[in-house]
């Protein structure tokens, strides 16, 4: 089908877009305007890409909530252990420290080849700590009804709390 010749006015902004289009596509000006009016005039035709677009975007939406989640249970992970690790370990005497740093160095060179063979395998321990409890006890993951009960309680023989209790509704521990 004969192309037919169409005359248009543009803004002097536009012609300077579009001839830098035109230059980097190292195409004719005629053609790039041809294109843009043919989709405006007929979205349907791109409709397939859009909605393959609209199903990327939902994946990655869940992507993204997945590592939200992994993340938040990572870092109150590691803020539990830390404050409990406080809270019971008592600091050590000047003649065992040099023996302490040695064991401490030793086991974290063997957590850290544990930390690498997790992350060079798809398995992640929080994935299977969650699938565990969701499937041997799934009430851990309702709330509990009394806000007031104590989350850790124990005695180390002597009477003294060997584990501190999380009091409520602040988190931070007491020997009570």
């Not at 001839?19 to 397939?48: C, F």
């Not at 109150?76 to 064991?103: K, M, N």
């Not at 699938?131 to 006890?137: V, Y």
């Amino acid at each position: 089908m004969p192309k037919q010749r169409l005359t248009l006015s543009f803004s002097n902004d536009t012609i300077e877009r579009l001839t830098m289009v035109a230059n980097y596509r190292k195409g004719a000006k005629s053609a790039i305007v041809e294109e843009a009016v043919d989709r405006y005039l007929n979205p349907e035709k791109r409709r397939l890409l859009d909605d393959a677009t609209l199903r990327r975007l939902d994946t990655m939406s869940r992507s993204l909530s997945t590592i939200a989640r992994d993340g938040a249970i990572a870092t109150e992970t590691l803020s539990l252990f830390v404050r409990y690790f406080l809270t019971i370990t008592p600091p050590l005497p000047a003649p065992e420290q040099d023996a302490a740093r040695a064991l401490g160095r030793q086991r974290f060179e063997v957590f850290v080849a544990q930390v690498g063979r997790r992350l060079a395998s798809d398995q992640r321990l929080v994935s299977e700590i969650l699938e565990s409890i969701a499937a041997h006890n799934p009430d851990l993951f309702s709330k509990p009804d009394d806000e007031t009960a104590p989350v850790a309680n124990g005695a180390d023989g002597d009477g003294a709390n060997a584990n501190p209790v999380i009091a409520p509704n602040t988190g931070e521990p007491s020997h009570a």
